[in-house]
């Protein structure tokens, strides 16, 4: 098991599903057609409430499920007392999960096809390690019950539908589900194996009503179990589970490009250095409109953005259309793209010897990286340092340990607590190899998990300041669990963590010692425009100036002289 601290998914790297940005989740890309401004103290107009039902509603007509999701968990946040947009969070999900997996080419192509008996030893599989890993007792009652609304919820999709209900009328449909929901008898539910054999009466019935195999329903069952524990518990397919060991291990196959949706297209949020999407000339605010000839309207978002994941040495036909809305075709081969963890490195202010480096996510390579990072300017002169974790949606817990204790010589980083004694943990810090130069730490809205572990262990530590926004406030731990059938995985909470002195992260995030307020405007779709000044990196760079003394202690490691 590994045990990973990224919010829900939110941003799709092409070639792999990145469980990244809060978005998310993450929890799906964000819409253009309406950004949720999250005030200070949320002050609840009626008005307000309503249009951002509206403008949720309209995506929802459309079909435009991920942009939906994403809306409507931006306005919960935002006025998180507001029972509606709570409901909505739910129903809109299950929706998205049903059109995200049916876009799945490893589970369309596989896990559709499972005898139903291997489909029920794979709820049986996620259900144990539910009963034994999860941070809470569950509540096997409701796990069935969500299972139902997750499969009730697929009885709508169109996609669903096609493959699944061929032939069947609306009202044959409409039948189908009250014989599902009159079958359930919730309060029989208690224990596991009673959530799966109502999993198994669902298929039977699917079956009886049009020869539906008793697959279908399983897997909703699964979905929703998963799904339902909490925000970031989640099933995962095959390819995702695939792209989450990728993401871990910072390297993946595909073009290299990081993607919002955007209407009826997909925004480029980022075309990563040295990519086959940056030797290719697509650049950061650019759209893709079309892939291989059809439009991304007519495909949807989620099928295009899987059709961008191929073999390495593949080639794809892209349409691209920059910021003016003028088109080019080109052709894009895929390749073995290596993601940085640390993606900037500088002297920001060299006379002073203040050095600044950007910790994008939390993985496998970022102690390596951080350390040739520091040598590196410490031979340039360091004598202060400047880390930016604006926008880290975290990632590998024990990265984040590991990165903090290069910056402290003794005391706690983080505790874990958890329902299983073996989650329980006080991860504290050693001294050989401290580095011990000032130090200020960058934070926003979207450092989240691992970013808030580190910002928290700073900042409670005494060891440096804190500069920005209010970090996103995600303080739970996931672990990634393998499933013993077709390859799926289990994403799954399994401890909750806490800040050396003592303080829940979830819901409160870190609060910075100098509070800056972001004023850029975001271009459509969310792309922030960049500008001559950056008012938190300035506030970071005086805060770093004002820590350094004439006698200024070593920079080198300690250990390491």
């Known amino acids: 098991m590994l045990r990973w601290t990224t919010p829900r998914m939110a941003t799709y790297i092409a070639g792999a599903f990145l469980f990244a940005l809060t978005f998310i989740s993450l929890a799906a890309p964000q819409s253009a057609l309406a950004q949720v401004k999250i005030p200070d103290e949320a002050v609840i107009d009626q008005g307000e409430i309503a249009q951002l039902i509206a403008d949720g509603e309209s995506l929802e007509k459309e079909g435009r499920w991920a942009e939906a999701l994403t809306h409507f968990e931006d306005a919960a946040r935002a006025f998180p007392d507001v029972a509606p947009l709570k409901e909505k969070v739910d129903t809109v999900r299950r929706r998205y999960d049903v059109s995200r997996r049916y876009a799945d080419r490893s589970f369309v192509g596989g896990m559709r096809n499972l005898p139903s008996e291997q489909a029920l030893a794979l709820y049986d599989d996620l259900l144990a390690k539910i009963q034994t890993n999860y941070v809470d007792s569950p509540r096997w009652a409701d796990l069935a019950y969500r299972g139902m609304l997750q499969l009730d919820a697929a009885l709508f999709d169109r996609t669903f539908r096609q493959v699944n209900l061929q032939g069947m009328s609306e009202e044959q449909i409409a039948d189908l589900r009250r014989q599902l929901w009159q079958s359930a008898q919730f309060d029989r539910v208690q224990n596991r194996y009673d959530v799966r054999a109502m999993a198994s009466q669902a298929g039977q019935i699917m079956q009886s009503a049009n020869g539906v195999p008793n697959t279908a329903a399983v897997l909703e069952f699964i979905s929703g179990a998963a799904g339902s524990l ?28 990081e993607l919002k949706t955007q209407d009826d297209a997909l925004l480029i949020v980022r075309s990563i250095s040295g990519s086959p999407a940056d030797k290719a000339g697509i650049r950061d605010g650019e759209k893709i409109v079309a892939l291989e000839g059809r439009t991304v309207g007519e495909l949807g978002s989620e099928k295009a953005a899987d059709m961008l994941k191929g073999p390495i040495g593949s080639s794809i036909n892209v349409t691209i259309a920059d910021v003016d809305g003028q088109t080019r075709k080109i052709v894009v081969t895929r390749d073995r793209i290596e993601v940085p963890s640390v993606d900037v490195v500088k002297m920001i202010d060299p006379a002073a010897g203040v050095a600044y480096l950007r910790i994008a996510s939390f993985q496998k390579t970022t102690t390596r990286d951080l350390t040739a990072a520091l040598w590196n300017m410490h031979r340039q002169g360091m004598k202060a340092l400047v880390i930016d974790l604006r926008g880290n949606p975290g990632g590998l817990l024990t990265a984040s340990v590991e990165i903090a204790d290069l910056f402290l010589d003794r005391g706690t980083i983080v505790s874990t607590r958890g329902r299983s004694a073996g989650e329980d943990f006080d991860y504290t810090a050693h001294q050989a190899g401290t580095w011990r130069m000032p130090l200020v730490v960058l934070i926003d809205s979207n450092s989240a998990s691992a970013s808030e572990i580190f910002a928290g262990a700073i900042h409670d530590n005494h060891r440096g300041a804190i500069v920005g926004e209010r970090s996103y406030g995600k303080g739970s731990v996931q672990g990634i669990f393998p499933l013993g059938v077709a390859n799926a995985g289990l994403r799954l909470t399994t401890a909750k963590f806490y800040s050396p002195s003592g303080q829940a992260i979830s819901n409160r995030g870190v609060t910075p010692d100098v509070v800056v307020r972001n004023v850029a405007k975001p271009l459509e779709g969310g792309v922030i425009l960049e500008t001559k000044t950056d008012a938190t990196l300035d506030a970071g760079l005086q805060a770093a100036l004002s820590q350094l003394q004439p006698a200024q202690i070593s920079n080198r490691a300690i250990g390491q002289r």
């Open 230 to 257: 909490d925000n970031y518990s989640c099933f995962l397919t095959p390819d995702q589970l695939n792209e989450v060991y990728s993401q871990i291990e910072g390297n993946f196959v595909g073009v290299g490009i």
